[in-house]
């Protein structure tokens, strides 16, 4: 398997090895798709960023709110912990056990 990279700096020497190798591979698709996966990656950075900003922001508001269902299904001896985010999970157990 070729690195992306190794692909991208060489795409005319691969292109000439998969033909004289009969081997059918869209190597300008391959270096398209390398572009999409960057830029995806690089959104998808941003959008975490941004999340950790907001949240950074909201924190305190977000450790003083009350969580309903959570308190609910902690009567009825069921644990909502999967439904809820990791975060509120981590600041009702912290008040929980004050």
Known sequence: M???QFVRENLEAVKTNCRNRN???DVDRVV???DERKRLVQET???QQR???VAKLTG??????S????HRSRENGTNSSAVLPLHWTI???QRDAA
């Open 45 to 47: 950075q941003t959008l």
């Open 23 to 25: 081997v059918k591979a």
């Open 91 to 93: 600041c009702c157990s």
């Open 32 to 34: 398209q798709l390398d």
């Open 51 to 53: 999340a950790n900003a």
């Open 60 to 65: 305190p508001v977000r450790s003083s709110v």
């Open 2 to 4: 070729l690195d992306a």
């Open 67 to 70: 969580i309903p269902s959570y």
